[in-house]
């Protein structure tokens, strides 16, 4: 479904991205952990065109996205859920959702996406007309998911979904994302919560100083000593 091959993103002068190549294919979990500073970030910014590679290619569907512009990469089919979630804060929990299908006319499928980010957050169906800010971390990060999937993504692009929140709430959250997974939507998430991340994910890749260091399955990557060592805390 998607390939990135050897991109260098630059902030600046600054290197942040040193030739990352990395692929995902369709209906797969897909995992980035490292720690910070590592590229993580930069390497989603860099896939929904926020910041654009100098060099190397991103191959989505077959297509060459690499130039192409966010939202022309949004209508593409790839939606990005923020570090820091950046809901609209002063737009109810309903206008947010709104929000991630402005790309979209069709009422009727937009409507029944409304209705299934209910069923998946029922939270924010009793607050659908509370304004974004007065949610709690968790409910934000909540209208965040559920404004990505309003997009009717096919892949979608996490950012730190756990970052701030209980632990109670971190698990609901990756349970929707399990479920959203198996429902037929690829997912590519980047979590500083290892552990968890690869508990879910089918493969993962370990990012160090802007390029790869290690990839593959779940499984390999929870046997590995320098990866258990380095970011899961276990002998």
Excluded: W
């Excluded at 990469?73 to 709104?98: C, H, K, W």
């Excluded at 209705?115 to 934000?140: H, M, N, V």
């Excluded at 730190?160 to 690829?186: K, R």
């Excluded at 979590?191 to 399955?217: D, F, K, P, W």
């Amino acid at each position: 479904m998607l390939e990135i091959h050897d991109i260098h993103t630059y902030y600046g002068s600054i290197h942040a991205l040193k030739g990352v190549s990395l692929k995902i294919n369709e209906k797969e979990i897909v995992c980035l952990i490292g720690a910070n500073g590592a590229g993580k970030t930069t390497t989603l910014m860099s896939l929904s065109g926020v910041y654009r590679p100098r060099r190397g290619s991103i191959t989505f569907l077959g297509e060459d996205i690499t130039k192409l512009a966010s939202e022309k990469i949004v209508a593409r089919g790839i939606t990005q859920v923020p570090e820091g979630r950046m809901i609209f804060p002063r737009l109810t929990v309903r206008e947010n959702l709104m929000m991630g299908a402005y790309l979209r006319n069709d009422s009727e499928g937009i409507e029944a996406d409304e209705e299934r980010a209910y069923e998946l957050f029922p939270i924010l169906a009793e607050r659908r007309r509370q304004p974004g800010g007065t949610l709690s971390g968790g409910e934000q990060q909540m209208l965040a998911i559920g404004r990505a999937l309003m997009a009717r993504p096919k892949l979608l692009l996490l950012d730190e979904p756990s970052l701030g929140l209980a632990p109670i709430v971190v698990e609901n959250i990756f349970e929707v994302i399990q479920s959203i997974n198996q429902e037929g939507t690829t997912v590519l998430l980047v979590e500083q919560n290892a552990q968890m991340a690869l508990q879910i994910a089918h493969r993962g890749y370990v990012l160090a100083t802007g390029s790869v260091q290690l990839e593959g399955t779940s499984a390999d990557l929870t046997a590995n000593p320098q990866v258990r060592a380095a970011y899961l805390g276990l002998d």
